[in-house]
């Protein structure tokens, strides 16, 4: 809001542009008071005005931001020519600073000038001044509306020290920023309440004095919760004003408001370079924080304890292979051990993972736990847990077991016929009991866990030759299932290739097309002891040394390298041949010799000697 004390003032106001986009009113002295009263009623955040009306408002309401409109330049000197013309003795009557533009004004002009210089030290002693410029035997006065009006009624001649465009658009200018300011940290004022409203803990926060400086709603209902709040807050913020003046930080502090809640409370001194300026404190319900505490310990413990493949991640065209994922499906719905044979490689965790997301378990943690991975004298430590102090080097508070952490889910343990003789002891406790109980510590811990096992040896010869538990091999073989080699299912091989590579075609961001028939027949040549983790592998190797383009049976030849068989004659090429020929078409078949025969144009016992051949 602009308070003019001239008409002239609201008419240059209105001149720049600003009419409609901020409040102009004409009123000076006690009127411009009031008007400036009504207008911070009505909402202004920012006055504008000029002189002793400015210095009124000022002193009537310190705690609005004002602006004052002051003399420019040019509106000295715009005075200065009037007085140089004016034929009379000329005074001005004003503060130093103005006076100070005068005397500039006659150094730059070289002017000697008749000017009297009078200061007053405020607004409010005009009078002085003018009866002062009488007594010298001025007949012309220059000063504001009030020293103007003071000598007219003396009889003199007087000029008005008007200001002019540029001192009113540098105050609008100013108001602005100002304002500007104003809402900047309005918003942020506004930001912080509602971030300090918005979560679930206590903030109370005060200044040096002890006066409260932040009070969010949930400590408001701590403090306040039984009618005592105004006596609880008192004496709650002399506290903390001695922890201030200690500035003494303390976290962790139980302390009881009312007669049925206890509070955690955290002190933080305020310091601002090093000196204590306040305090705040931070509060939070005993029972909440246990809460939350119980909470943040099982989400640490089941933190990346996720199974990441399904039933339809598992494809093949093989018979035998489909037969294995039909009972491993229907092995997921009974909450029974599940025993996983097979080779190195051919993907029984995959197996693992696709059980425990088809059953009721889905949605608990699924731990992964690679037997020979964790040093033996370590294992049964990780797997079961421990107290503090169970053994040197134990961790402070103890740490909870992978039994633990499976609790409410599925434990996968992989490689389980390298368990030592001490663990396969206590994990046939666990499959018996579903409990345990940690290292070092006599109390028994009950866990809802399924358990899923797999191996790539042989048990039962293990169980022969007394390196396996027996009770503990026939607690395992409940649901028992046994993933075919890759040697055994040729028919995947195809399918396997494409899906590496467009994986590591991803992953190295190149362009590899495909396998041609030649090396695509070579890959179908080599066994794979290592399986499909071996194959991709080497599709792995082929993308990388490929790039772009086609893979070649050059690029397979110097991958697998001594893995291929010796060169073969003219007839062991032409039986290769035939039989990647007869195994692409079993493949387009699902295995199906009856019809692979009838597609090939031979009798079903030709196509078994072939096979047999060639096995």
């Known amino acids: 809001m602009v308070i003019a004390p001239q008409q002239e003032i609201a008419?240059?106001?209105?001149?720049?542009?600003?009419?409609?986009?901020?409040?102009?009113?004409?009123?000076?002295?006690?009127?411009?008071?009031?008007?400036?009263?009504?207008?911070?009623?009505?909402?202004?955040?920012?006055?504008?005005?000029?002189?002793?009306t400015y210095r009124m408002i000022a002193d009537a309401l310190p705690g609005i931001p004002s602006v004052e409109i002051k003399l420019s330049g040019y509106d000295v000197l715009r005075?200065?020519?009037?007085?140089?013309?004016?034929?009379?003795?000329?005074?001005?009557?004003?503060?130093?600073?103005?006076?100070?533009?005068?005397?500039s004004i006659e150094e730059i002009l070289g002017s000697s000038s008749k000017l009297l210089k009078i200061e007053i030290y405020d607004d409010r002693n005009y009078a002085a001044g003018v009866s002062e410029a009488l007594q010298l035997g001025a007949a012309c006065v220059i000063g504001n509306q009030a020293?103007?009006?003071?000598?007219?009624?003396?009889?003199?001649?007087?000029?008005?020290?008007?200001?002019?465009?540029?001192a009113i658009k540098s105050a609008l200018a100013a108001a602005q920023a100002v304002l500007d300011k104003l809402k900047m940290q309005e918003a942020n004022a506004r930001q912080i309440e509602t971030i300090i409203n918005s979560?679930?803990?206590?903030?109370?926060?005060?200044?040096?004095?002890?006066?409260?400086?932040?009070?969010?709603?949930?400590?408001r209902r701590l403090l306040y919760q039984d009618g005592e709040g105004q006596d609880r807050e008192a004496a709650f913020v002399k506290t903390m004003l001695r922890r201030a003046s200690e500035n003494e930080?303390?976290?962790?502090?139980?302390?009881?408001?009312?007669?049925?809640?206890?509070?955690?409370?955290?002190?933080?001194?305020?310091?601002?370079?090093?000196?204590?300026?306040?305090m705040v404190a931070t509060l939070q319900e005993l029972k909440q924080f246990q809460a939350i505490e119980q909470k943040t310990r099982q989400e640490l413990a089941r933190r990346g304890r996720v199974a990441k493949h399904k039933f339809s991640d598992i494809q093949s065209k093989a018979a035998d292979m489909q037969r294995v994922i039909a009972e491993a499906s229907n092995f997921a719905h009974y909450d029974a051990t599940v025993l996983i044979l097979g080779e190195t490689g051919v993907g029984k965790e995959y197996f693992a993972?696709?059980?425990?997301?088809?059953?009721?378990?889905?949605?608990?943690?699924?731990?992964?736990?690679?037997?020979?991975?964790?040093?033996?004298?370590?294992?049964?430590?990780?797997?079961?847990?421990?107290?503090?102090?169970?053994?040197?080097?134990?961790?402070?508070?103890?740490?909870?077991?992978?039994?633990?952490?499976?609790?409410?889910?599925?434990?996968?343990?992989?490689?389980?016929?390298?368990?030592?003789?001490?663990?396969?002891?206590?994990?046939?406790?666990v499959l018996q009991e579903r409990e345990i109980f940690r290292?070092?510590?006599?109390?028994?811990?009950?866990?809802?866990?399924?358990?899923?096992?797999?191996?790539?040896?042989?048990?039962?010869?293990?169980?022969?030759?007394?390196?396996?538990?027996?009770?503990?091999?026939?607690?395992?073989?409940?649901?028992?299932?046994?993933?075919?080699?890759?040697?055994?299912?040729?028919?995947?091989i195809e399918m396997f290739v494409r899906q590496f590579i467009n994986l590591y075609n991803r992953q190295y961001r190149t362009a590899v097309t495909g396998i041609n028939a030649e090396g695509q027949a070579l890959l179908l040549q080599y066994d794979w002891p290592g399986n499909v983790r071996e194959l991709q592998n080497a599709v792995g190797r082929l993308v990388a040394l490929t790039g772009a383009g086609e893979i070649t049976a050059e690029?397979?030849?110097?991958?697998?390298?001594?893995?291929?068989?010796?060169?073969?004659?003219?007839?062991?090429?032409?039986?290769?041949?035939?039989?990647?020929?007869?195994?692409?078409?079993?493949?387009?078949?699902?295995?199906?010799?009856?019809?692979?025969?009838?597609?090939?144009?031979?009798?079903?016992?030709?196509?078994?000697?072939?096979?047999?051949r060639n096995h």
Not at 24 to 51: M, T, W
Not at 452 to 481: G, S
């Open 11 to 52: 008419d240059l106001v209105k001149e720049l542009g600003w009419e409609g986009k901020i409040g102009i009113v004409h009123a000076r002295l006690e009127q411009g008071v009031l008007a400036a009263r009504e207008a911070v009623d009505a909402g202004a955040k920012v006055l504008v005005s000029r002189g002793l």
């Open 79 to 103: 005075s200065f020519l009037e007085a140089d013309a004016f034929k009379g003795r000329v005074a001005i009557v004003a503060q130093q600073e103005v006076l100070d533009g005068f005397l």
């Open 147 to 166: 020293v103007v009006q003071e000598a007219v009624r003396c009889g003199l001649h007087g000029l008005p020290l008007n200001s002019g465009r540029e």
């Open 199 to 219: 979560i679930d803990y206590g903030i109370l926060a005060i200044d040096s004095q002890g006066e409260t400086t932040a009070l969010n709603a949930e400590a």
């Open 249 to 278: 930080k303390r976290t962790g502090l139980v302390e009881r408001f009312g007669p049925r809640t206890e509070v955690v409370v955290n002190y933080l001194p305020i310091t601002v370079n090093g000196a204590v300026t306040g």
């Open 353 to 429: 993972h696709a059980i425990h997301n088809a059953s009721r378990r889905k949605n608990g943690p699924f731990v992964a736990v690679n037997c020979p991975s964790i040093p033996e004298n370590i294992l049964e430590s990780e797997l079961f847990g421990y107290t503090e102090g169970a053994f040197t080097g134990a961790k402070r508070g103890g740490k909870i077991g992978l039994f633990e952490q499976a609790h409410g889910g599925t434990i996968f343990l992989d490689e389980v016929g390298e368990l030592t003789e001490q663990c396969q002891a206590r994990l046939l406790r």
């Open 439 to 492: 290292l070092g510590d006599d109390r028994t811990i009950p866990v809802d866990i399924r358990i899923i096992a797999a191996t790539n040896r042989n048990l039962w010869a293990m169980v022969q030759e007394k390196q396996f538990r027996e009770d503990l091999y026939y607690r395992l073989e409940v649901l028992t299932i046994e993933v075919p080699p890759l040697r055994e299912r040729k028919c995947d």
């Open 555 to 612: 690029h397979v030849r110097r991958c697998l390298k001594h893995r291929l068989p010796a060169p073969k004659s003219a007839e062991q090429e032409l039986r290769s041949a035939e039989m990647a020929i007869i195994q692409q078409v079993l493949a387009q078949t699902g295995g199906n010799k009856q019809q692979a025969a009838k597609l090939l144009g031979i009798c079903r016992s030709t196509l078994w000697r072939k096979l047999k």
